[in-house]
Structures are given as structure tokens and as C-alpha cells.
């Protein structure tokens, strides 16, 4: 599967990217593969947590240039992940933040509706609009761990913090 196009399911996470920085990426990742790109300038923040952030930014373990064809592949992978959907039928917990600056909500949503029915008793999708990209590290964290260690020990009971409430909200809010 390449970047930028359709999966032969006709379902593609990359159409949410702008045209031109998927043709950008697709030239890159076959001119100057090796070229790395950082996200600075952007003007994205992944957490609210600015702490953590700064701790990241001084961690020499962390990786702060990414290779062009990394990203080629990973677009391609989440591409992958959103044509699977329609046959994941295991028990899942989707989580997401409403201010996530990374990940639009359009392929969240996109990857909840294409998951089928037929599993929808053990899936399930809390929104946070709270929550930021790195959900887990944000300052509202707990609330997110505390979702997620209930989910575990019953997947089928309703998430503490009501997140999975308004996720719901919001889909219907988006159905019209």
C-alpha cells in the first residue's frame, strides 16, 4: 500500500492529510529517504503537561528527528490499521483527547464507525476533553489510568470518569 492512496478496502487514514504534504512526503521518502524532519515550528503541542515535556526535550534517549521515510511508513501503517478495523473483533478501549493537536478526531471517528457491530459489546471509545495527544503524561492523566485499569478488570462496566459517555455524545452530536 502506498501513502496518500486508498487501501483496496477504499478506506485511507492519509486522505486527512493536506495534498500537498502528502505529495511532499511521498517524494521525500523516495528522493532523500534518509533526510530526517523534526516537528519543530509546527506550533503542535502534544501535552499539557510542560514538565514532561521539557524532561523529553533534554532526554538524550529520545528520538527528536525522524527519518522521511519513517513517516512514510507510519502514515502507511495507520492506513493498514484503518482498513483492518471492519475485522477487529477484539476487545478494545479507544482513547482520545479533545485537544490532541497531533491526531485529528476525523480518522478516530473514522476507525470507531469502521469497527464492526458485531463486536461493539467489547469496544469502546472515551473521548477526554481534557486529554491531549499523550494522554497518559497529561496533567489529567490519573483520570485516564484510572479508566483504563477499570477496563481491564471489567470491560464491560462503564468508565468511571464518563468519557465513554461523551464520546458517545459526540458521535451522535456528529451524525447530525
Partial sequence: MQSGRPSKSGISSSRNIPLIARVALWLGSHLIPWHTVTGQGLGIQASDNIAMLRALGRDPLVI??????????????????????????????????????VVPPAPILRVWRALPASARDGQHLAVYPDGWHML?????????????????????????????????????????
Fill in 64 to 101: 527528536k528527528e525522524t527519518r522521511i521515510d519513517t513517516i512514510h511508513g507510519l502514515v502507511d501503517l495507520m492506513d493498514a490499521g484503518l482498513a483492518a478495523a471492519p475485522r477487529f473483533t477484539a476487545p478494545a478501549l479507544l482513547l482520545y483527547g479533545e485537544k490532541d493537536e
Fill in 136 to 176: 497518559l503524561r497529561d496533567l489529567e492523566a490519573e483520570t485516564v489510568r484510572r479508566d483504563v485499569l477499570d477496563w481491564i478488570d471489567d470491560p464491560a462496566a462503564p468508565l468511571p470518569s464518563g468519557a465513554e459517555t461523551r464520546a458517545l455524545q459526540r458521535l451522535a452530536a456528529e451524525n447530525g
